[in-house]
């Protein structure tokens, strides 16, 4: 057998780790336009205790990652974290991870939306199939790994800008996925 084609084993998981790294930045998105405030309210979606005990987790984990990074706290927003969860049911619907979805307002206007009259806004998303909050930690884990310059995730978690979020998790059994989104904000 001719070794001169074959790809080193240890190359592997970098190969893997640049893919996913690559794919997710794809996912991360930054909105520092400022608008003329548009206030409707809706009401807040729903969630189940297993999905708030997940998202908390993930919430805690942001927290610990700014703490690390000797930055300030950012307080939990009810009105973002409806936001988010609004989004995941657009993305499990779709069955598609995306920022927008057609026919779906921007993240920004989906924070006005729900009364987040922001001055900054941000927004993260991800999906796996480990429905656990072992699941979203892992996500919120590749988020905080990235590297320059394919690091939206990390630099919106690591905001010196935003001072709030709201993190939502969806455990889709339709699709098999726990679908995560992280509305930040400064107003």
Do not use: Y
């Not at 049911?89 to 922001?118: C, F, I, Y």
């Not at 999906?127 to 072992?134: F, K």
């Amino acid at each position: 057998m001719n070794t001169a084609n074959r790809i080193p084993m240890s190359w592997i998981g970098s190969i893997c780790l640049a893919i996913l790294l690559l794919l997710m930045s794809a996912c991360s998105t930054t909105i520092s336009v400022l608008a003329t405030p548009t206030q409707t309210s809706t009401s807040a979606a729903s969630t189940t205790a297993k999905e708030n005990q997940i998202a908390q987790a993930v919430f805690q984990a942001i927290n610990q990652s700014r703490a690390a990074n000797k930055l300030p706290s950012l307080k939990w927003s009810n009105a973002l974290a409806s936001s988010a969860q609004q989004h995941n049911k657009a993305m499990q619907a779709a069955n598609t991870l995306s920022h927008q979805l057609p026919g779906e307002p921007d993240p920004g206007a989906r924070e006005r939306q729900q009364g987040v009259n922001w001055t900054w806004a941000a927004e993260n998303i991800g999906e796996t199939t480990d429905q656990s909050v072992n699941g979203a930690l892992a996500l919120h884990k590749a988020m905080m790994d990235e590297q320059p310059p394919d690091n939206g995730h990390r630099l919106n978690i690591l905001t010196t800008t935003g001072t709030m979020v709201g993190v939502a998790i969806l455990l889709d059994q339709q699709h098999g996925k726990l679908w995560l989104t992280e509305d930040f904000a400064r107003v």
